[in-house]
Structure formats: structure tokens, C-alpha cells
């Protein structure tokens, strides 16, 4: 049996079916889902921030290497005008501020993450040069790492220390490579995803990075992370008047208590967005990230940086994304403003895909975005700290909206199992985020084959084309280990040294992986909500929990483009992934990675 420490969380699977007739009997507990605002977040107590004492400030003597990662941004809102439309040129652009940015570099145009497409797994690629078969990090936030004495999942929060490459190595990157080299140089690692910083705290509380900064944890001298709406951010010129939804009444539907919590989260002010605009410190705005970042600068003037600012993100699965204009209609219910606003046409269009979600307060999301980037680097060039930074501007993935649909089991992969037999004796476990699930097997392991047979013959009725379809992609690990054209490369997704040479004695791997097409969403299972962080009660019946999200194939294009002082600027469209960033790095400054990398080198392209 595999034991983790004292960050692994169990978490069973619980299903709970509610009927008509017993409805007094459990409207407490569904009006409880709707108090998950009270429910603890991130449960384990951290350290403060950590500071390497023995590095003292010093005039910088080399370039500095500063990576700044906006989580979840789409590279098609580089080309919308200022409306949200296509056709974006000089003065009338969506994101003007970075686009400033990329006249001064190489764009690559044609960049992607790995699989899968979400937060964890690819802001250590960019810093390592690798994919998941080279790390181990499947999911986000934590991930099932083995089976404890009961046979039951074992829960452990996202870390380096299981991060191994293919030969068994720990994952080196460019934080300890940069260390090695320039030992008493300060590196800087600050995050609007907490758990992303807490990655790379060792188990002694210290960290790999010298300033480790996050929403809770952070130096004295910063101030706290302070409220903000995610739809009408202090840069919405017209807050007051432009339209978010609501989320849908609770009993408008079937009454099973996976559709009532479904509902609870559906809309732009659910309680996925609630939650996050209560919490500041769990999801700091990027106003916060860039505040705090100028002010270390000031003070500490790290060599190395990795900033991430994650309010995108956090809005695309609250509020939802907009770089798509196709994907927007008119508004069946006509939105009225209030008394005194102009009734735009603009504040008319909503998505397709769900009809809650309205496009104006998606596109006041960005806005707000680029506006805290020009922040950042107007105030990073007046502290004279891009004067000698080669600077790498990237995205972890992209995001999408999901489809709205009545009929929660359309996605419901473990319902359509136990339906078929399986699990009776709770030997499955499944873990899921957005837009993409991992499924293991803890023995009777010959009900794989079945298992995805099953699920790759189900159909779900879409609602926006009105036609059924098969909702996900079902990989095995014969697909993992060898690819499936259009959907994930050789390899991708298989780690050749847990499953192959430590045969999962540290770390189990899925025995299947499910990719959504077309938006769909797969429900959360065993109470574990990864990018929100909420700890739910481990009863919690599997619900759709984000409005809209990523992980499948359709979240891979990234934004991705590198200033080099004295460089070359311009547009290259060739094929490159997330990894390559961080091999590019390291060539820059002459820096070894120990542990193996798949990344290219794309140096010529910039000196």
C-alpha cells in the first residue's frame, strides 16, 4: 500500500439521488451546498512567506529572467477590437497594453500546452521544459496518489516532491538551475493560485524559491488581498449599468441533489463566483499581484521571476469567456439596465452555449487583465528592472464555456459505470476538473476495456446543435503511451517510469482518461472541487461546478512570446508547445536542466 505524509486528504465517493416524495428530508442538506461560502479553504495551515535571509540585496550584475503567466488567457482576445469584435488594429484593440508588449518581441503565434490543459502540470512545463510524462503532476490542486489499508483513494496535494521524471529523477527546473549557477541571486515566485506556489515548499515549510509569495502567505510589509467583484472590476467604467446573470432557481428542474447544486453553480452570480469575490487571499485579484510585485521589486530586486496573474482564469470558470464573438447571440429575455444607463447593444449578447452567461462581463474581465499587465510592466521599466530582463510572456492554457444542459447525467461518467454494474465495491476512483477526468482502478482492472467501451458508445443531446454525440474522448494507456491523432501525442499523457519501472508503488497512474468535446463538463466527484479549493464534504453528490473551464484538447493554444533586450521582434507561426519556453530560457543564460526535457530551443528565432 502507498503511504503519502501529512498533506495526503482521503476523499470518498458518494453519490446521493434525491426523489419527490422525500424532499423535506433533504432540502437541509441542499440548502446547505448553498453555504459553501462557509466551508474551509485549503485546510492545511502554511508557514509565512519564506524569505532566503542569507541572500542580500545587491546591484544586479547579469540580465534578469522574468516570466510573466496570465492563467487561462485565450490568444484569439489578442485579436478582437476594443468592442470585443473581430478586427482589432492600432487604437481600437481589446488588449491594448499587451500588444505594446509584443512590439517589443517575438510572438509565436501558434503555441500550445500538454495535456492535460489546465493550471499546475503547465506552469511547471514552462519552468521545467517538460509534459506531464515527464512530472507525474496529472491534476490540479492534488491529485490520487496511491490506495491506503482501507482500499481507499489517497488524496495528496500537488507537490514537487512526487514530481519525477521518466528515469525517476526529480524534476529539476529553472529555479534550481538558476541557483545553482548564481547562489546568492534572489528568485521570486508570486501567485494568484496559491496551491501552484505551494508546489514548491519543501517539507521542512522552506521553499526552492528565495520569495515564495501568495494571497495567504506573504512578507509583512505587503498589504492583504482585498475584495473585488470578477464582473465589474474598479477598472468597469460602467459597472453600474452593464448585465451579469444570476444563477437559476434551485427547484427549476429535476430534484436530484446533483441538478440542485448543478443549478446553484450555474450563472455568473453563483456561488462559484461568490466564493471567490468572498475569499481575496484564496484569489487575489491581479491588482494584488502586481502591487505586491512592484513593491518586492523594489525592495528585494530578484534576478528571477515568475509571476502569475490568475484572475483570468478565475473569471472564465465564474463569469465565463468571450473570445469567440460567433459564439454570442441576442438574449432571448431582453436585459434591461437600470434607470439612467444607456441600453447598449452590446449588453444584449450572451453565449450560446449558456444562455447565462452575458458577454459584456466577460469582456470587462480582460479589460481589467490587460490593464493590470501595463501596470506591471510600466512599473517594472520605471524601477529600471526590464533594462537588462529578458522577459517571457505566457498563457498556461486556454478556456471555453461550457454547455448548459437539463439533464445532468448527460456527463455523468461514473453514473453511466455504476449503472452498468461497476463499482459496487467502491474500487474506482474518480477525479475530475472542468473539462477532462482521470478514472483508476484499485483491482478488477479487466473492467477497463468495458468501462470505455461504455462511455465511448454514450450519447448526450447537445444543446446548442440539437443533435446527440458522444461527449468526451476515453483514453486507455495504450492510447496514452502511443497517441491518438488529433487528440494527444505519443506519449502525452503515459509516465513510462511510474507505470512501467516503479510499477506505482510512489504514485499510481489512471488506469483511463476522459476528454470533453464541444464544452462539455464533467461533474465533480468525492467532494473535491480542485480549482476553487473548497473542501466539500466528502458526502457531496457529483455536481457541474464551473460555467466555463478547460483541460480537453479544445484549452491547448496558449499566448506565448519572449523579449530579448536588442532582439529579434516580430510573428513566428510554426508549431510550438509550453516546454519549449523553458528550454528557451535556460539556453538564454546558459543554464543546465538535470532532469529530462522535451522543450526545443528557440533562441535563433530571437537573437
Not at 44 to 53: G, I, S
Not at 59 to 71: G, M, N, R, Y
Not at 421 to 442: C, P
Request: overall charge neutral.
Amino acid at each position: 500500500m502507498v503511504k503519502q505524509g501529512d498533506d495526503a486528504v482521503p476523499i470518498h465517493p458518494e453519490k446521493t439521488p434525491v426523489k419527490r416524495r422525500s424532499f423535506l428530508k433533504w432540502l437541509a442538506a441542499a440548502l446547505g451546498g448553498a453555504a459553501l461560502a462557509a466551508w474551509w479553504l485549503f485546510p492545511r495551515k502554511r508557514p509565512a512567506a519564506v524569505t532566503n535571509v542569507a541572500a542580500k540585496k545587491t546591484a544586479s550584475t547579469h540580465e534578469k529572467l522574468i516570466f510573466v503567466a496570465i492563467d487561462g488567457l485565450h490568444p484569439d482576445y489578442l485579436d478582437l477590437d476594443a468592442a470585443g469584435m473581430p478586427g482589432g488594429s492600432q487604437g481600437n484593440r481589446l488588449m491594448p497594453h499587451i500588444h505594446e508588449f509584443l512590439k517589443k518581441s517575438m510572438r509565436f503565434s501558434n503555441a500550445k500546452a500538454y495535456l492535460p490543459a489546465a493550471t499546475d502540470m503547465n506552469h511547471l512545463n514552462a519552468l521545467a521544459g517538460t509534459s506531464t510524462a515527464q512530472t507525474g503532476i496529472v491534476a490540479v490542486w492534488a491529485q490520487p496518489t496511491g490506495w491506503d489499508e482501507k482500499g481507499k483513494a489517497i488524496i495528496t496535494h500537488t507537490s514537487m516532491s512526487f514530481a519525477r521524471d521518466d528515469k525517476g529523477r526529480p524534476v529539476d527546473t529553472l529555479f534550481h538551475a538558476w541557483k545553482r549557477r548564481w547562489p546568492e541571486s534572489r528568485t521570486l515566485l508570486i501567485t494568484g493560485k496559491e496551491w501552484v506556489g505551494e508546489m514548491f515548499r519543501r517539507p521542512d515549510g522552506g521553499s526552492i524559491v528565495d520569495i515564495l509569495v501568495t494571497g495567504p502567505n506573504h512578507p509583512e510589509y505587503l498589504a492583504p488581498p482585498q475584495k473585488e467583484s470578477l464582473a465589474d472590476p474598479l477598472t468597469d467604467t460602467d459597472a453600474a449599468c452593464d448585465p451579469e446573470s444570476k444563477r437559476l432557481g434551485l427547484f427549476d428542474g429535476p430534484l436530484t441533489l446533483s441538478d440542485i447544486w448543478t443549478r446553484a453553480y450555474t450563472g455568473q452570480a453563483s456561488l462559484v463566483t461568490l466564493q471567490m469575490e468572498h475569499f481575496p487571499k484564496h484569489f487575489p485579484h491581479d491588482r494584488w499581484i502586481v502591487d505586491s510585485t512592484l513593491e518586492i521589486f523594489r525592495r528585494e530586486d530578484p534576478d528571477l521571476a515568475y509571476i502569475l496573474l490568475a484572475q483570468c482564469d478565475d473569471a472564465g470558470h465564474a463569469i465565463g469567456s468571450a473570445w469567440d464573438p460567433s459564439e454570442f447571440v441576442s438574449a432571448k429575455t431582453p436585459y434591461e439596465p437600470p434607470k439612467g444607463c444607456e441600453n447598449k447593444p452590446a449588453y444584449q449578447l450572451v453565449s450560446s452555449r449558456n444562455p447565462l452567461l452575458f458577454k459584456e462581463a466577460a469582456l470587462d474581465v480582460i479589460r481589467d487583465v490587460d490593464i493590470q499587465f501595463g501596470r506591471l510592466m510600466e512599473g517594472l521599466e520605471k524601477q529600471g528592472a526590464l533594462e537588462k530582463a529578458r522577459v517571457v510572456l505566457l498563457s498556461d492554457h486556454a478556456s471555453l464555456n461550457h454547455l448548459y444542459s437539463d439533464d445532468f447525467s448527460s456527463t455523468d461518467a461514473m453514473g453511466i459505470l455504476e449503472k452498468a454494474g461497476m463499482n459496487t465495491d467502491k474500487n474506482i476512483y474518480a477525479f475530475s476538473v472542468s473539462s477532462y477526468g482521470v478514472l483508476y482502478w484499485r483491482d478488477a482492472k479487466e473492467q477497463v476495456q468495458q468501462a470505455k467501451a461504455l462511455l465511448e458508445a454514450h450519447r448526450a443531446l447537445n444543446p446548442q446543435t440539437g443533435t446527440k454525440e458522444c461527449p468526451w474522448w476515453v483514453l486507455d494507456r495504450h492510447d496514452m503511451k502511443n497517441g491518438v491523432d488529433g487528440v494527444c501525442l505519443p506519449g502525452e499523457l503515459y509516465h513510462s517510469y511510474y507505470v512501467e519501472v516503479d510499477r506505482e508503488k510512489t504514485l499510481m497512474w489512471p488506469d483511463l482518461i476522459i476528454l470533453t468535446r464541444n464544452g462539455w463538463q464533467i461533474p465533480a466527484y468525492n467532494g473535491h472541487v480542485p480549482n476553487v479549493g473548497i473542501k466539500a464534504p466528502t458526502w457531496s453528490p457529483p455536481w457541474r461546478v464551473y460555467n466555463g473551464g478547460h483541460g480537453s484538447v479544445d484549452t491547448l493554444p496558449i499566448v506565448a512570446a519572449i523579449s530579448v533586450p536588442d532582439g529579434k521582434r516580430g510573428l513566428q507561426t510554426r508549431p510550438i508547445r509550453i516546454a519549449d519556453l523553458g528550454v528557451t530560457a535556460a539556453s538564454l543564460f546558459s543554464l543546465k536542466l538535470k532532469s529530462t526535457t522535451i522543450g526545443k530551443d528557440l533562441s535563433r528565432d530571437l537573437l
